[in-house]
């Protein structure tokens, strides 16, 4: 009854708040809208942006925010995060791509790799073959 008022959200949920128009953070576990502060950020709306949909926790200490900035959080704050949804811990959730070095394996280029084995193994081949001929 009582805390009705706190929202937990997936992170998921806060990945989908990712734009200048609708832009939310997380910050130490706790999710923040700050839609209405980009303009307003005193170290840029840049670094908000960088960040919308994500755990900023890290980059959010490592500026080394004062008391000030730590007050206006509650203005900001819509809830917490579901810390058993798919959050990422620190920056896991930088996206590697795999999808191209699946492509590389199966494209020709694998063929020239190829030829740049068997050239030198050719030449070794012609220089003993060589050596044995005159020897
Ligand atoms: C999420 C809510 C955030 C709030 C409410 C907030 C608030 C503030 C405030 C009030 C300041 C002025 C200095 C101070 O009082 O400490 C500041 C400075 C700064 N913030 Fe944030 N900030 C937030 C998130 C972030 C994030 C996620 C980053 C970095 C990724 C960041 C980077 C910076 C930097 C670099 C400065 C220093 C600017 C300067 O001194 O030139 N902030 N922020």
């Given at each position: 009854m009582g805390t009705d008022h706190k929202k937990v959200f997936s992170f998921a949920e806060v990945s989908?708040?990712?734009?200048?128009?609708d832009c939310w953070v997380i910050v130490n576990a706790k999710v923040y809208n700050v839609t209405n502060f980009l303009t307003d950020h005193p170290g840029g709306e840049e670094v908000l942006l960088a960040h919308v949909g994500k755990d900023a926790s890290e980059e959010f200490e490592d500026a080394g925010h004062g008391s000030v900035a730590r007050l206006m959080l509650d203005e900001f704050y819509v809830g917490e995060i579901?810390?058993?949804?798919?959050?990422?811990?620190?920056?896991?959730?930088?996206?590697?791509?795999?999808q191209p070095r699946d492509n590389e394996e199966k494209s020709p280029d694998n063929i020239t790799n190829l030829l740049r084995l068997l050239v030198p193994v050719g030449v070794c081949v012609v220089a003993v073959v060589g050596i044995h001929l005159y020897t």
């Open positions: 989908s708040h990712n734009n200048p128009k579901d810390q058993s949804s798919t959050m990422p811990t620190k920056k896991a959730h930088i996206a590697t791509p795999k």
